[in-house]
Structures are given as C-alpha cells and as structure tokens.
C-alpha cells in the first residue's frame, strides 16, 4: 500500500523562489540585500526538498493540492515522488552555487539591469520547481510555461539585435511546443479523466484505438521541445548569447531537464512502460534520440564558441535521458534518471569556467584560449574533470550513467543500441579533448604576441600571470567551479550522496510495480 | 408587497437617467461636481447589483412589473442569475473606467467634462436598461440609448474620431434596424413583446419562416452591434480614436452587453430546442473560427497600439461566439453549456480594460500612438508598463491568469463536442496572440535602439501617470491574475452552473 503524506513542505519549497522574486524587486535599489534574498532563499529551499527526501525514499508519497476538482478529477497541487525530488533537488542545489557564481559574474562585468536578472532568475526556479513536484499534468504546465516566459528576459538580457533575435526564437518554439502539450492535456484528459502521474501510467490500450495513442505521443513529444533534440534544437545554441549563469542553470539543468523530465513522465507515468512496449513506442523514441546524440556531437565538433559547443554537447547529452528511457528496461531508466542530476553537475562545472573564461580574460571562442590553462589552471583542471565525466570516463559521475546505460541497452537486446552509446560517447572525446589540449598545451602563437604590442599579452607568453588573482571577485566564481567539479567526482565514488541513488531504486521500484 | 431589493433592478436604471440630467444641471453650475455625482451613482448601481445577485441566489428570480402592468401588457424588468452577472461586471469595469476617466478627461477633453459624464451615465443607464428589462422592445429602447450615447462619446475627440463615429452610427442604425425588423416579425406572429410571454407563444411556431427569418434578422443586427466578423468594420476605428475608457468601455463592455442581448435572445426567447432545428451554431462556430483567425492577423499588422487591441476584440468576440456555439453540445459541468462564453466575457471584460487603460496612459503621458514609440517605456512608466506585460500575458494564455482558464474551457468543451479543429484554431490563435503582444512588450522592455540602428537616449527619467488613473488599471492587472485562480478553485462556478439549468443546457435536466 502506498502511503501519503499531506505536508506543507512543496508548499514551502515552491515558496521560497517566489517570495524571493518579490522581495528582489523591492530591494533594487541595494544591491547587497538583493543579492542576499536569492541566496537565502536558495539555501532554504534546499534544506525544504532534500528534508522530504528521506520519507520519499522510504516509499512514501509527499502531497499537498491547493485547489481540488479544477476540472473533475484533477487537483492543482504536488504530488512528489523519488524521480520528481531528483530533478528538485538538482535544480535547488544547483540554484545555490549559481547564484553564489551570479554575483561574481554579475558584478565583474558591470552587467545592466541586474534586478530583473536576479528576478527572472527566482521565478524561473519558482517554474523548474513547480515542474519536479507537481503531481500531475495541468498542475506541470502551469508552471512549464511560467519557466518559459520568465526565462525570456534572460536570454535577451544582453538587449542587442542578436540577443533581441535569439529571445523570439526561444519563445516561438518553446511556447509553440507549449500549446502541443496543451492539446496533448487536454486530449489526454478527455481520453481517461484524470492527469495524474501514475507509476504503472494512466492511459489503457485497451479502450483506446492504437492511432489515437500514436498522435497523442507524438503531440507530447511535441510539447517537450524544451528537451532541445533534433530537428527542434536550434533554440539552444542560440540562447547562449545570455550570461553565463543562465546558460549553465537554465540552459542545461532547468529549462532543458524540464523538457527531458516531461518526457520521462510521460513516458513512465502516463503511458506506462507496458503501454510503451505494447506499441513499439520505446525502440521508436530510443532510435529517434540516437540520431539527436549523435548528429549534435557532429555539430558540436565544429563550433568554435566554447558555450555554443557546449550547448550542442547539452543537446546531445539530454538525448542519452530521452535514449535511456526509451530502452524500457530497469538499468536503462535508471540510467536516463540518474543522468539528470549527473549531467547537471557536470554540464555546469563546464559551464561555469567557460563563465570564468569570459570574466578573467574576455575571451569565448575556443582558439583563442591557447595556453589559457597555464593562466587559469584551477578553473581548467575544473574544466577537464567535467569534460572528462562527459566522455564517460571513471571515476567521474558521467561513468555511472553510461554504465547503466550500457546496460540497460543490453537488457534490451537490441544491440545496435550498445553501439550508438559508444559511438556517440567517442564523439564526446572528439570535441572535448580539442579544448583541453588547446588550453593545456598549445603555445601562443608567436606573430599575435608580435602583432599587438600590448605588455598584457607580452606578459602572457611567459610568464603567465594568473588571470585568476587578479580579478577580485573571482573567489565567488571559484568557489561554485570547485564544489561541483569535486561533486562529479564524489558522486560516483558514493552515489548516495544527497539521496541520488536511493532516491533513483525508489522510482524504480514503484515502476515495477514492487 | 415588494422588498426593497426588487425595486432594485428598476432604481438602478432610473437613478442612472436621473443622475445624467442632474450632472447636467450641476456641471452647468459647478464643472467639478460632475465626475463626483457620476462616480457616486455608479458606485451606487455596483453596490445594488451585488445586492441583487445575492437576492437572486436566494430567493429566486425577480420580476418588477412596470406601473403595476400585468406582464404580456407592461412592461417588466425580470433578474435572474444571467443578467445579474453581466451587470456586475458592466458596472464593475464602469465604475473603474469612471475612477480613470477624472484625470484623464480633464487632460483629453478639458472643455466637454460636463457633457462627456452626462453622456457616460446615459450610456451605463442604456446598458443597464438591456440588461434588467424582460421586454424584448424595451430592450431594443435601450440597445439604441446605449449606441446612440456612444456614438457621441466616440465623436468626443474630434478630428478623425467624427469619421469613426460615423461609420459606427451608419452601421450600428442598420444593425438596429434589423433587431427591430426580427421584433416586428415576432409581435406579428405571436402578438406579444414580453420574453418569457414569447418563449411560451413560440414552440408551436418553430418551423414557420417568418419566426425563422425574425431569428435570422436578429442574429444579423446584434452581429453588427457585437462586432463579429465579417460586420466588425465598425470597430477597429472607434476603438482606437475614443478617449481610452471608452474603447475600454466599448471593448470590454458594449460588445459584449450586445452578445448578451443575443443570447438572451437565442435561449430565452427561441430556446435550446429551437436553435436546435436550425444550423445556426454550426454556421456561427465557423464565423467565430474566421474572426479569431483573421483578428489576430490583422492586429499583427498593425502600428497603432489602439488598433491592434481593436481587432484583437475581434478575436475575442471570435472565442465568445466560438464558445456560444459550442453550448448546445457540450454538458459536462464546469465547461458544458454557457459558461465558456459567459466566462470570456469577464475575463475579456477584465484584460482589454486593463489593455486599453494602459493604451490610455501611454497616451495621456507623452502622446504615444505607435509601437514602434514605445521603447524604453519599462523605464519611463514602470508600474503602467508592468500592468501592460500582465494583462498581455493573461491575453496570450500563460497559466494561472484568465486567458489561460478561458483557454482550456473552450479546448474542453470543443474536445468534448468532437470538434478538434477549433481545439487547433484556439492553439494557433493564442500563437498569433504571443506575435503581436510580444512585440508590443519586447519594445517597451527590450529595445535599445530603432531599427536605423540609432541607439536611444538613455537614462529616461521615470514619468508615471497620476496615482487615480494606476488605481484601476492596477485593481484590473491583478483581477487578471486572481480570477484566473477563483475560476480554477470555481469560485463563480454556482452562478454559471444555474444559468445553464435556466436554460435548460446542464446535464443535470
């Protein structure tokens, strides 16, 4: 028998981003007040989710719904399960360092309208959130499309022609897949009555015709275009024109991983994975999310905007998510879970010291960073471990992931399967290792320095002077850099850390129905 | 014996004439004393709709006869829970347009402050009197006092606005006319003007021709007047060259009262059962889908903020109808039956006030027309700004505001009716919707430079309009959000689920 227990503490969670937006707002003209909500906040919230974890791991249900019977039979309100705390505890924790890394950021490169970045930032947590822990579908898109239009103003925070483009271009496919998933509720809706997230799914095939479920998986794909695969990816690399901080929160932990997580529960809890394999839709979606691993790896290797390969390598890493659940097996899903927060912490780490790049040297594409690793050795070594964990190597986190990965494409018996996640975790060596070595061990050429006669570069061939003391605020970038790259380290050694791996045998427990 | 409460329905309308002769004779004395004896009756009419709504609740309907006229003779004012609705929400949005209306008027029209609120209480007595009366030519008396003291409030500016107001005045006599055509039809085959008398009279006659050619006649007339597509050319216009609470007024309130008038029409005069004989739903869902479709690209074209909120009513009077006409089909409570339609009527009634009160303030500020002018305002005019993106975003669909529960009902219903093409249409109208508001809220926030490539002059000091006009555009903003909530948690929900036991469309009969 399932236990559930009605608590406050979603509640509270969902609170603190939202409170926060507020009193950022009020505080504008102070600077440091402002700066201390969203950390307060962060850390509060945090303390709120991982407190539930353990009830959740030992299989009970949190829940607490605020309007009952908006339409008949759906509450609005949370429902948290194992898989949905992962996801909140990722993004929560997460929220923490980056803010932290936002004031160093922010205030090194004199950024403009710093209050509404700090706002948006808050009600985009307040949406990511929401998204984890509510218990249903109307209650997700709701604040699915609260994380969208309150991520706009980041993506054009920069306010130039480009940025101004790249944020209508977020928008047109985000809150177009919007109105799919609409339909794709409602539909769903009108179907079986009720949208809630249920382990063994919600749809039946048998009163429902077969081509009806088809359009309605399709429709929900669809609506899940925050999960960036291909051929509705071009949103991302674009919506890399906005500060660092956003694209290593937003654009690889919660607005992308909202739209993975909505494929999972869609996967699992609506469909069902019986349903899934009854209509084939599991080879389908894992055949369809290979070609997206694998072509945005291609595409990656020629970029030469260090974010913009890293957003082709986000693209790529969110279609192993949607691959792994594809595959329908326990080691698979497992792996598609566990990825989530795995790939945040690395995906971030990266991100932040392509932030940390910018910042100290002002430099954003990749060859122009020869030697940048003997100027800023503590954020590349940061650097290699992420890039390192991406490409699967132990005994950093993205070695578990590929492992059960591995395995549950094994469990599937399909073993062409095998072979795509080796092929495409190749590729992760193929447009990784040309920015560690290029950092580490590429000289700067000799005409540049003969070029521009200024003393910095001079200084720069030898010498280097360490870009890293100078900047005074660079301690609130370090600091952020350093705790996740020794996570990604440490949660492969002791995946229990933070309830991930408990929390992951949970969700899968309840989805084998034992 | 009556209760004081039911010569409500009756004060409310006398008051209202009354008040407009004696703003009259007071402004004459004291300019001043205008707006204070306008606001104090509107105030006043707010209060006894409330009033009157729980006495609905309560005990029942009311019926007021007219001198003591015994109903198929006399007149009579009949309440119920429809027209109690309607009314609030006319007198809620009168009443803020009314707070608005000080500041601004005496800015816009300094000269014609008298005249302006004579006119304005003689057309809240107009709307009001179409919605208390259960007389169907009493209804048409007041339909022609409320357009009639429209057309002047719209020619009020001067200039271009005498133009609009014309075309309005020659579209909206014929559309009066063919009412009155479709009345006389009616008197002539039932002999008789009362509405529940003619609901009665007709069954017997549903199949004659001249009851359906009355029907048709009504239909056409009130289309004119409610501004649906393909008879909307009225509208755009008018919107935009009136002062902002007019076309807040016209958008968010006459229109509408004139869709009440058809549906009090259409299910208490005709009935579920007839309307059932003829095509007329189908026929209207399709016009409904076409005016979405084509005011929304039509308020993509436009440069001027007024106009493009014009014909973004033209869109939604398309959702009202859309929902309207799937009434007869759906029954599922919370969105079988009228309550879509009834619902986007205060929701619409809520975001285009709001709207065109910001339109409003941007011109009262520094005369700002165009869009493409409105760089920076995010700046200039936070709190107005803010009020905007809000009611903009309410009007795009993003949950938890009003637009989106609108949204959904009408999805619901049309999924529930098998109609899954205006599911489609409703999506795509609220993409339509994010291009032209999202260009609007892109150049007010965003913009750093016009599209030569010059680069604005910044820093812009803040300028924000006077206290009394933010008040009610506030008090709007954050409706748009709240309702949305009290839909969600089905609040009003009582009211709309007894309007349609009245007409007979909930699942309960």
Known sequence: MIETIPSIKPILAILCPALASILILLSSKRPNLRESWTLIASILQFIFILSMAPLITNGKFVEYYLLLDVIPGVNFGFRVDAFGLLFALTASFLWILVSLYSIGYMRALKEHAQTRYYFCFALAIFGAIGVALSGNLVTLFVFYEILTISTYPLVAHEQSQEALFAGRKYLAYLLTSGVFLLAAIALTYSLVGTTDFMPSGILKSSFLHRSTLLILFLLFLLGSMKAAYMPFHSWLPSAMIAPTPVSALLHAVAVVKAGVFLIVRVVCYVYGIDLMRELNLGVLLSSFAAITMIGASLFAIAQDNLKRRLAYSTISQLSFIIFGVGLLTPMGITGAMIHIPFHGLMKITLFLCAGAILVASGKTEISEMAGIGRAMPLTMIAFTIGALGMCGAPPIAGFISKWYLSLGAIQSGYWAFLALILIASLLDVVYFYPIIRTAFFEKIPKNEVLEEKEPKVQLFSEPPPSLEREQPLFVFLIIPIGITAILSILVCLFPNLFYIYPLIQRAIQNLSGG | ?509
């Open chain 2, 1 to 509: 014996m009556l209760s004081f409460v039911e010569h409500l329905p009756l004060l409310i309308v006398v008051s209202s004439i009354i008040s407009s002769i004696t703003i009259l004779i007071a402004g004459w004395i004291n300019r001043k004393s205008a707006w204070y004896i306008s606001t104090a009756t509107i105030l006043g009419q707010f209060i006894s709709s409330i009033i009157i709504l729980n006495h609905i609740l309560k005990f029942g309907k009311i019926h007021y006869r007219l001198g003591g006229w015994v109903p198929p003779w006399g007149i009579e004012y009949v309440m119920d829970e429809l027209n109690a609705y309607i009314l609030i929400i006319l007198l809620f949005l009168a009443l803020l347009c009314i707070i608005y209306s000080k500041r601004n008027i005496e800015h816009e029209l300094p000269e014609k402050v008298v005249s302006f609120y004579t006119i304005y209480q003689l057309l809240i007595t107009g709307l009001c009197g179409v919605v208390v009366t259960g007389d169907i030519f009493n209804m048409y008396v007041f339909i022609e006092i409320f357009s009639l003291s429209a057309y002047a409030l719209i020619a009020s500016r001067g200039k271009i606005s005498l133009r609009a107001s014309f075309t309005y005045l020659v579209l909206g006599s014929i559309g009066a006319c063919f009412f009155l055509i479709g009345i006389g039809f009616l008197y002539a085959i039932t002999g008789s003007l009362n509405i529940h008398d003619l609901s009665i009279l007709l069954p017997p006659f549903y199949t004659n021709r001249v009851i359906i050619a009355s029907f048709v006649f009504i239909l056409v007339g009130l289309s004119i007047k409610m501004a649906l597509f393909p008879l909307h050319t009225w509208l755009p216009d008018a919107h935009a060259f009136a002062p902002s609470e007019i076309s807040a007024m016209l958008s968010g309130i006459i229109i509408e009262v004139s869709t009440y008038a058809f549906i009090r029409v259409s299910f208490s005069v005709f009935t579920f059962k007839f309307l059932k004989i003829l095509p007329v739903m189908e026929i209207l869902s399709w016009i409904a889908s076409l005016a979405i479709i084509f005011g929304s690209i039509w308020a993509i074209s436009q440069t001027n903020l007024k106009r493009m909120l014009a014909y973004s009513s033209v869109a939604n009077m398309g959702y009202i109808i859309l929902a309207l006409s799937l009434s007869l089909s759906s029954k599922t409570s919370p969105w079988g039956g009228l309550t879509p339609a009834l619902m986007h009527i205060a929701n619409h009634a809520l975001m285009k006030g709001c709207l065109f009160l910001t339109a409003g303030a941007f011109i009262y500020k520094s005369n700002l027309w165009f869009i493409n002018d409105f760089y920076q305002l995010g700046k200039r005019m936070p709190y107005t700004s803010g009020a905007f993106v809000v009611s903009a975003i309410s009007m795009i669909g993003i949950p938890p505001s009003v637009g989106f529960v609108s949204k959904l009902y009408i999805i619901l219903a049309s999924i529930e009716a098998k109609r899954f093409i205006f599911v489609g249409i409703l999506l795509l109208s609220s993409l339509l919707n994010l291009i032209y508001f999202w260009r609007v809220i892109e150049t007010m926030y965003m913009k750093t430079g016009n599209h030569k490539g010059n680069s604005f002059p910044s820093p812009f000091p803040k300028d924000e309009i006077p206290i009394a006009m933010l008040i009610p555009i506030w008090i709007l903003a954050v409706l748009c959000i709240l309702m949305g909530i009290f839909w969600l948690a089905k609040i009003p929900m009582p009211i709309l689920d007894r309007i349609n036991l009245l007409f007979g469309l909930s699942q309960k009969l």
